[in-house]
Structures are given as structure tokens and as C-alpha cells.
């Protein structure tokens, strides 16, 4: 594509992004994504040839550039901070994209007739599962010997970030879950006991 061209994806893939974050799936109008975007309806369909495609296109970019961030994020810091790191770059991901996580729970694709998503959004999950690994390996390097079952606990990682989001009743900002997960994940729920005061 040329860069102009270029620039007039991005802008409908912005544009659907804020939208699907917006409001169910079915509701979301093509012709709402074109005017958002500032181009006209055929346009659209010459980038993306139906909604669902807009869709998923919308998912895998997003996933694409939060693989990157992960991979750079905090590699000058140590295993732990770098975990933190990783945590707070899911957590804020996923508060900008709820729709995303909504997906992620159910694992496939929005109608089951499209193989090419489904296989497309499993290879990016088990990339996204790999690279929470990568970390949590260095992690455990630093720690203790290599937990011998890294992608199990890169799940159980996702799973708390999930599960956090989705029901958290106290509302918690985000900075505070990142805070949580982390301290959880690493040290379980106990808390030092405060020390008593001295007198």
C-alpha cells in the first residue's frame, strides 16, 4: 500500500477500535466506522470486505502492537520489574480494549464458519501466552529454579488480570490492579503483619 493509503487504515482501524469498545458487535454500523474514519462507505469496503473482517483486523493489529510493546517493555530493568511492567501494559491494554478481553473469553471466533480467524486469533493468544512466559521464565530464573510449567502459569496470569477486570466490585483503577496481581502472583494473598507501634 502506498503511505496514504496506509494512513487510511489506520484510520478506520482507529475508528472501528473506538467503536467496538463502544457497543456490541452487532451494533456497531459499518457506515458509523466510514464516517468516523472520514472516508466514504465504498472506501471502507475496498480495505475490509465485511464488518466481521473489520473486526478481527481491529483485534490482531491491537495484539500486534501489544506484542511489541511486551517484548521491549522493561528490558532494562530486573525479572520482577519487568513482570510489573508486563502486568501494568495488559492491564491498561485491556481497560482501552474491553472488547478485546471479551473475545479472549470465548476463545473463538464471533461465528464459527470463518476457520482463517479462528486459526488467526489461536496463534495469537498462544503468542501473547508465550511471551508472559518468556518473562515469568526470568522471573523464576532469578528466584528459583525454572517452574516447569510456564505457559499454565502464563494463564493463570492472564486469568487474574481477566478476572480482575471483569469483576472487580470495589472498581479498582487500574494502577491498583496491576499492584495486586503482581503482589498476589509473586507473594500469594498474606500481607506482613504490621509491625505494633512503639511507644
Known amino acids: 500500500m502506498t503511505p496514504a493509503q496506509c494512513l487510511r487504515r489506520q484510520a478506520i482501524l482507529h475508528a ?24 466514504g462507505k465504498g472506501t471502507l469496503y475496498r480495505y475490509f470486505s ?30 520482577v520489574g519487568r513482570l510489573e511492567r508486563t502486568v501494568r501494559a495488559l492491564v491498561h491494554f485491556f481497560t482501552r480494549n474491553r472488547f478485546m478481553f471479551r473475545q479472549m473469553g470465548r476463545d473463538a471466533g464471533v461465528s464459527s464458519n470463518r476457520p482463517e480467524f479462528c486459526r488467526q486469533w489461536q496463534h495469537h493468544r498462544s503468542a501473547l501466552l508465550e511471551t508472559i512466559a518468556g518473562v515469568l521464565r526470568k522471573v523464576s530464573a532469578q528466584t528459583a529454579p525454572e517452574a516447569p510449567h510456564l505457559r499454565t502459569d502464563a494463564q493463570i496470569l492472564l486469568g487474574m488480570i481477566r478476572a480482575c477486570m471483569r469483576f472487580d466490585e470495589p472498581r479498582l483503577p487500574p494502577d491498583q ?14 500481607r506482613p503483619t504490621p509491625e505494633p507501634a512503639t511507644r
Do not use: C, N, P, W
Open 16 to 39: 472501528a477500535e473506538q467503536l467496538f469498545a463502544e457497543g456490541r458487535f452487532d451494533a456497531v454500523l459499518m457506515e458509523d466506522v466510514a464516517r468516523m474514519a472520514g472516508v
Open 50 to 79: 465485511d464488518k466481521e473482517t473489520l473486526y478481527f483486523a481491529v483485534i490482531f493489529t491491537g495484539f500486534g502492537a501489544l506484542q511489541e510493546q511486551m517484548l521491549h517493555e522493561g528490558a532494562e530493568v530486573d525479572s
Open 177 to 190: 490492579i496491576v499492584d495486586e496481581v503482581v503482589h498476589v502472583f509473586l507473594h500469594g494473598v498474606a
